[in-house]
């Protein structure tokens, strides 16, 4: 799956803490947004189970691929590198495995920033929280992108009850 076009994130890029957790400061989801993109997120990736996550703040909400082995060269995330693709932060904002041919594109689209540890190898982006429904499906592409990279499959489309990306 192609990485998909991005348009230009507005504004200022929102502050965000230098160290482990690495957590969004400002420009956070507004609860309605959050509420979305976690509704979006539980009908939208099959084959995919939620919990805590493994490797984020107490409360956050990681998914996982639900007893299936990641896609062919697939690298999730630490402390396994085969389960866990993303997870959701209280402040909105979510940290997932991309294809790191596609980290290029998503870092120069201003929707994002490197984690802490990306340059010790670890395979790990923020994608910055939705703030209004038009980031929300922005979200849903990028999330999407990183659920084919995790499963070989593309995240189910039309979702009775929630609106599309």
Not at 92 to 98: E, V, W
Not at 127 to 138: G, I, K, S
């Amino acid at each position: 799956m192609m990485f998909p076009a991005l348009p230009t994130r507005e504004g200022d890029r929102p502050h965000t803490g230098p160290e482990v957790p690495h957590l969004q400061l400002s420009q956070t989801s507004p609860a309605e947004v959050r509420g979305g993109l976690l509704q979006w997120m539980a009908a939208a990736l099959p084959g995919t189970a939620w919990g805590r996550s493994k490797v984020s703040a107490p409360r956050s909400r990681a998914v996982f691929l639900d007893g299936a082995a990641p896609a062919r060269g697939a690298v999730l995330m630490p402390p396994r590198g085969d389960e866990e693709f993303a997870h959701v932060h209280a402040d909105g904002s979510l940290h997932l495995a991309l294809d790191p041919a596609d980290h290029a594109a998503f870092l120069s689209s201003g929707w994002g920033e490197k984690h802490p540890l990306y340059d010790r190898g670890i395979n790990v982006v923020m994608l910055y929280a939705p703030r209004d429904r038009a980031e929300l499906d922005v979200a849903k592409k990028v999330i999407g992108a990183s659920y084919a990279y995790a499963t070989g499959r593309a995240p189910v489309s039309d979702v009775p009850g929630v609106p599309a990306a």
